[in-house]
């Protein structure tokens, strides 16, 4: 990833940051499939990310600022973390999950996680990214009482498989 958008425009910093189609498989993986390691990254991936792809986009979301990879003892796991600019991909990765829900041939099962999140709106968003907030940089959730964005999700994947 370079240091410097190829230009001033808003659009063109995002789409280098994040336009690779994996990088952004990696990061939904990370966000709604609560996959933090390599090898869980790569084994349960639905469109079948080859290691060095993996490796690679790993690398350059770390060094983009997206990710950061809490380095392991030998013998152990490493552990991807979102930082703050990649919890707030979520609302992106929304727009781009109603637009393919609406565009594209999509599996019911797959997508119900997008219509889900785009029917809940801004408020199920921050809930989400609040959840995230705890499980990656350690901020306590601002209200804990709620119910979780996640589960909701998780149910609805779940119903959606039977």
Request: glycine letters at 8%; a negative charge.
């Amino acid at each position: 990833m370079r240091d410097e958008p190829r230009s001033g425009c808003a659009i063109n910093a995002a789409v280098e940051a994040l336009g690779d189609q994996w990088s952004l498989i990696v990061l939904r993986d990370i966000v709604f499939g609560g996959r933090r390691h390599f090898r869980e990254l790569l084994s349960h991936s639905e469109e079948g990310i080859a290691s060095n792809i993996l490796s690679s986009r790993l690398k350059s979301l770390v060094a983009g600022g997206l990710l950061t990879q809490e380095k392991a003892e030998r013998g152990r796991r490493s552990t991807y973390s979102l930082t703050e600019a990649g919890i707030q991909t979520v609302p992106i990765m929304v727009a781009l999950g109603s637009w393919g829900m609406r565009h594209r041939p999509t599996a019911p099962e797959l997508t119900v996680r997008a219509r889900l999140l785009e029917e809940g709106g801004p408020d199920l968003w921050e809930n989400l990214m609040d959840e995230l907030r705890e499980a990656h940089l350690d901020i306590p959730r601002p209200n804990p009482d709620w119910p979780r964005a996640s589960a909701l999700l998780q149910a609805a994947y779940e119903q959606a498989l039977t």
